[in-house]
């Protein structure tokens, strides 16, 4: 089992910027992907960005020159820096993670709202 908190999350303007970060705890040593997806309201849930243990990461097109994530100094944290953002970024971001053998845990999602 994986546990998160979440947090970063908020209010801000078109354009502005906002942090997320996510710290795992358990069987992090399990973990073998980190990452974020998010969900708008009546909208599926898509990738944001995730991270693999040997640094390679992939980036939902929407978000990709705007978004970055990186690992913190332990391997089981990991923060999105969202720059530029958009009113069509309001969604719940959920931080999750993939253990090598399989099977995602995800955490309780954090709201990100943009106003124009």
């Known amino acids: 089992q994986v546990q998160f908190v979440e947090s970063g999350g908020g209010s801000v303007q078109a354009g502005g910027s906002l942090r997320l970060s996510c710290v795992a705890s358990?069987?992090?040593?399990?973990?073998?992907?980190m990452g974020w997806y998010r969900q708008a309201p009546g909208k599926q849930l898509e990738l944001a960005a995730i991270i693999r243990k040997d640094e390679w990461i992939n980036y939902g097109d929407s978000v990709k020159g705007r978004f970055t994530i990186a690992r913190g100094d332990a391997d089981h944290t990991v923060y999105l820096q969202m720059n530029n953002l958009k009113p069509e970024d309001t969604a719940r971001y959920y931080c999750?993670?993939?253990?090598?053998?399989?099977?995602?845990?995800w955490g309780q999602g954090t709201q990100v709202s943009v106003e124009s």
């Open positions: 999750s993670a993939d253990f090598r053998e399989g099977g995602r845990y």
């Open positions: 358990g069987m992090v040593d399990r973990i073998y992907v």
